[in-house]
């Protein structure tokens, strides 16, 4: 008797900041139990900023019990620091005074002298000041993580694929990291070039190349999926913390502004995601509700929410996950 072949899957975790990391560990608690695998074992894992510390997490063989517990405070292993100590790295809430120089001179100097050659956006962000932030810990922390799944010869995990995406600073190219062919680095490093917010973060640098956060070119990076080069996935889980296709409607300021900016970010993705159903994958697409936005507000980087987000996820993310409209 002929076997049926095990169906692939893959998972996205897009950007989000400290809060949409919340979220994300919330929606992974509801998801994990309706795979046939752990969510660490599945055939491609796509991390972009905060996502790409949780893709790196699970991939070093994480639970989610452990994501849960970090989230709400708890001490889970030596190697990984306090949620309390990426927090303040972090400059919880608030990014530290950035120097008084723009980011990226050449950045804008490729834009400006090659026209078409940087995206738009990518180019914008060489404008914000110099960041002076510093998050350190995640390179020991995800150092540590690995001691449990390995390392390779060239500093990655082993196993299915972790691509993790970044920014080239200076070029405004996107980069995948963990991919055929992507520049030489280790887990932690590339896990702190995507999440080094331009203006908040000093870029990460790798082989005397500047990186920054993979959210400047997209929030979630699903569009890598079917482009050449990609393995063909059955599904694919998309958890997308900065887009929302059901919004609420807040009043502060800030708040108002985010959303402004969460409906671009939900038109960008749906575009990406129409591009990898093209492939023939069934792609379920996860994003906060008008409940999740309420308790996230308008700052994504303030930690006073945390626990909120995350007990609001937990009890959301079973009915999104049921939502028929989440799967085409």
């Known amino acids: 008797?002929?076997?049926?072949?095990?169906?692939?899957?893959?998972?996205?975790?897009?950007?989000?900041?400290?809060?949409?990391?919340?979220?994300?560990?919330?929606?992974?608690?509801?998801?994990?139990?309706?795979?046939?695998?752990?969510?660490?074992?599945?055939?491609?894992?796509?991390?972009?900023?905060?996502?790409?510390?949780?893709?790196?997490?699970?991939?070093?063989?994480?639970?989610?019990?452990?994501?849960?517990?970090?989230?709400?405070?708890?001490?889970?292993?030596?190697?990984?620091?306090?949620?309390?100590?990426?927090?303040?790295?972090?400059?919880?809430?608030?990014?530290?005074?950035?120097?008084?120089?723009?980011?990226?001179?050449?950045?804008?100097?490729?834009?400006?002298?090659?026209?078409?050659?940087?995206?738009?956006?990518?180019?914008?962000?060489?404008?914000?000041?110099?960041?002076?932030?510093?998050?350190?810990?995640?390179?020991?922390?995800?150092?540590?993580?690995?001691?449990?799944?390995?390392?390779?010869?060239?500093?990655?995990?082993?196993?299915?694929?972790?691509?993790?995406?970044?920014?080239?600073?200076?070029?405004?190219?996107?980069?995948?990291?963990?991919?055929?062919?992507?520049?030489?680095?280790?887990?932690?490093?590339a896990v702190l070039a995507s999440c080094s917010i331009p203006g908040w973060f000093t870029p990460q640098v790798i082989d005397g190349r500047r990186y920054v956060d993979g959210a400047v070119s997209s929030s979630t990076s699903v569009a890598l999926l079917a482009r050449p080069g990609a393995p063909a996935l059955d599904e694919v889980y998309v958890l997308a913390p900065m887009a929302s296709h059901v919004a609420d409607r807040p009043r502060d300021p800030l708040a108002v502004a985010e959303r402004a900016m969460r409906r671009v970010l939900t038109r960008w993705l749906d575009a990406e995601v129409a591009e990898l159903r093209a492939t023939g994958a069934q792609v379920t697409v996860l994003t906060p509700g008008p409940a999740d936005l309420a308790a996230m507000g308008g700052n994504l980087m303030n930690p006073r929410r945390r626990d909120r987000v995350l007990e609001t996820s937990l009890e959301t993310s079973v009915a999104a996950l049921s939502a028929p409209a989440s799967a085409a």
């Open 1 to 189: 008797m002929r076997r049926s072949r095990r169906r692939t899957v893959g998972l996205v975790l897009g950007a989000g900041g400290i809060l949409g990391s919340a979220w994300t560990t919330g929606m992974l608690a509801a998801l994990a139990p309706r795979l046939d695998r752990s969510l660490g074992d599945l055939d491609l894992v796509v991390g972009t900023s905060a996502g790409s510390i949780l893709g790196a997490a699970l991939r070093c063989g994480m639970t989610v019990d452990e994501l849960l517990a970090h989230q709400h405070g708890d001490h889970v292993a030596d190697a990984v620091p306090d949620a309390a100590v990426l927090e303040r790295e972090s400059g919880d809430g608030l990014p530290p005074i950035p120097r008084p120089w723009i980011g990226s001179p050449r950045l804008l100097a490729t834009a400006l002298t090659r026209p078409g050659t940087v995206d738009p956006v990518v180019a914008a962000s060489g404008l914000l000041p110099a960041g002076r932030g510093r998050m350190g810990s995640l390179i020991g922390m995800v150092a540590g993580l690995q001691t449990r799944a390995g390392v390779t010869t060239d500093g990655w995990v082993p196993g299915p694929p972790l691509w993790i995406a970044a920014v080239d600073y200076d070029s405004g190219q996107r980069v995948v990291f963990g991919r055929d062919g992507a520049p030489p680095s280790t887990v932690g490093e």
